[in-house]
């Protein structure tokens, strides 16, 4: 049986990555192939998509960042409802950035609770997700919200690698105490000591954060560690106070690099020394491969494997 990825535009080196290492694992299902996946807007806002045709018999996995999600959602169902259409006898999700995590109850009188909202709209469509990493914080689990097999792959080790072999002497830090879980796991990994700063709210717009324990940091090059960097202004935030602690630059990692506007050059203008991403979403950034994680978690998702 063959394994047909369809990669939208941003997620084909991703995908061709994925390809090769899911082809040399030891319980590679057969062939793997990148299929054709053209999407484009018209003037008005309207998604064209059009897919390889030969699917016949074939399981399909969509590859598919959702970091914008507002103009992605109908192609992607587009897609894979298209793929049904030609044949595809099973048909996936592989967001390696998934969306619509964080609104997961009603914070206010009116509002939407759009995440099991959205995982309802995604699981009409496909017969299994796989993701990295995602913003569970009152979910506990994304059984809880999406009704289709799922699989969580965690890129602590992939980073944890990568700061064993390009940081020397690390110290990790967790820009705040949501933080803790994900720096944690990936100082025992990579073998270095980690600190979470502390904030203390002084007023309605004032905050003051401060590392507990700051002289074990000196000496050490400080390793600044988020899930997910949009507007940066947190990291850029732990530049400073861990500037005026006298420390050397510190590289910032991030597992999902949406960077949105100038956030990148802002925080590369705040002094960090480098800034590394995983390749969850496609950036100039991006340093650190998920593709063979998510081939590995791909392959157990398939039909009989």
Not at 199 to 224: F, M, N
Not at 249 to 267: E, M, N, R, S, V
């Amino acid at each position: 049986m063959s394994t047909v990825l369809l990669p939208f535009p941003a997620q084909r080196p991703l995908a061709e990555a994925m390809a090769s290492a899911m082809m040399a694992a030891a319980d590679a299902p057969g062939a793997v192939r990148i299929g054709r996946l053209d999407w484009r807007r018209f003037p008005d806002g309207e998604s064209l998509v059009a897919i390889d045709e030969q699917l016949a018999g074939a399981d399909v996995a969509i590859v598919a960042s959702l970091h914008d999600p507002d103009v992605m959602a109908l192609a992607l169902r587009f897609a894979g409802e298209t793929a049904r259409e030609f044949g595809a006898r099973s048909v996936g999700l592989v967001a390696p950035y998934l969306a619509y995590m964080r609104q997961d109850i009603r914070f206010h009188p009116g509002e939407a609770v759009s995440a099991p909202l959205f995982a309802r709209f995604v699981s009409q469509s496909f017969d299994w997700l796989v993701t990295v990493d995602p913003h569970l914080h009152r979910i506990h689990a994304l059984e809880d919200v999406y009704t289709i097999p799922t699989r969580n792959v965690a890129a602590a080790q992939a980073i944890a690698e990568w700061i064993r072999r390009e940081v020397s002497s690390p110290v990790l830090i967790g820009p705040d105490s949501e933080s803790e879980q994900w720096v944690s796991a990936i100082a025992t990994l990579a073998d270095a000591p980690h600190q979470v700063l502390e904030k203390q709210r002084l007023g309605d717009r004032e905050v003051r954060v401060s590392l507990p324990d700051a002289a074990s940091a000196q000496g050490r090059t400080p390793v600044v560690v988020d899930d997910i960097v949009s507007s940066g202004r947190t990291l850029m935030e732990t530049l400073g106070h861990l500037q005026r602690l006298g420390l050397p630059p510190a590289t910032c990692i991030a597992t999902h690099a949406i960077f949105a506007g100038d956030a990148f050059a802002q925080l590369q203008a705040a002094g960090a020394a480098r800034v590394a991403s995983t390749d969850t979403i496609a950036h100039p950034s991006n340093a650190i491969s998920v593709a063979g994680l998510l081939a590995e978690a791909t392959l157990k998702m398939l039909p009989g494997c």
